[in-house]
């Protein structure tokens, strides 16, 4: 079993909608979550980062964490063209140390 | 405040010759990483420099690969001799030492292809 799978996709969706990208882990002593976002021919920059169980939210974007079941969530509100890209969710083994990425989701909004 | 910088950004080499990519972190960042993505797989991990020292090279897949950073600012991987399985995109990323969260700043990444 993969330490996170993810939903490779694409998912493509109408410009408004509310966009759920979800991820599964496997190892319950993991305590911190990230999502990264990937524009094309970019590198991966952080876009929300979480400790533990619970919800965060910035701005359209809410990440959600449930360590009981090991699920982890990112909605994205009133989706725009422009956030277009592939969403990686993220799991630092540990602070400083490595992460381990899931395999990324491909998400078109469609104008 | 520039990101972190890595050249070249594409590389297309033969089987059997050598590439030398380079990353340059934000300045101050003591945590410099190396990861790869191959086509189809997810991001995944290579190495992990604290200052000038090697802390973890679990990742790194055999001893064609080798990862330098004299002096604990850039860094260079050295693949030699290159297969055709080399061939995906490298990322390096920088973190500050004991940063208030887990972010680690990525570059741009440099594509190599292998043929």
């Known amino acids: 079993q993969k330490e996170v799978e993810q939903d490779p996709g694409p998912l493509s969706v109408p410009e408004g909608a509310i966009v759920s990208l979800n991820c599964t882990y496997s190892n319950s002593a993991f305590q911190y979550f990230m999502w990264y976002r990937q524009y094309s021919r970019k590198g991966p920059e952080l876009l929300m980062y979480t400790y533990s169980s619970g919800n965060k939210e910035d701005g359209r974007f809410t990440a959600q964490v449930d360590k009981s079941s090991k699920y982890i969530s990112l909605f994205i509100r009133d989706s725009q063209p422009s956030d277009s890209a592939t969403y990686l969710c993220a799991i630092p083994v540990n602070r400083d140390d490595k992460i381990i990425f899931g395999k990324g989701t491909r998400l078109h909004i469609l104008p | 405040e520039a990101g972190v910088t890595q050249f070249p950004s594409h590389s297309v080499i033969e089987k059997g010759q050598t590439v030398t990519l380079r990353c340059d972190p934000i300045?101050?960042?003591?945590?410099l990483y190396w990861y790869r993505r191959v086509m189809g797989k997810e991001i995944k991990f290579l190495l992990h420099?604290?200052?000038?020292?090697?802390?973890?090279e679990s990742g790194m897949p055999n001893n064609r690969f080798l990862a330098e950073r004299t002096g604990g600012t850039y860094s260079t991987l050295k693949v030699q001799p290159a297969e055709l399985e080399d061939s995906g995109v490298y990322f390096c990323?920088?973190?500050?030492?004991?940063?208030?969260?887990?972010?680690?700043?990525f570059g741009p990444g440099t594509r190599l292809l292998v043929l």
């Open positions: 990323a920088s973190s500050p030492l004991r940063g208030q969260e887990e972010t680690q700043y």
């Open positions: 420099f604290v200052k000038e020292s090697k802390q973890d």
């Open positions: 300045s101050g960042h003591d945590n």
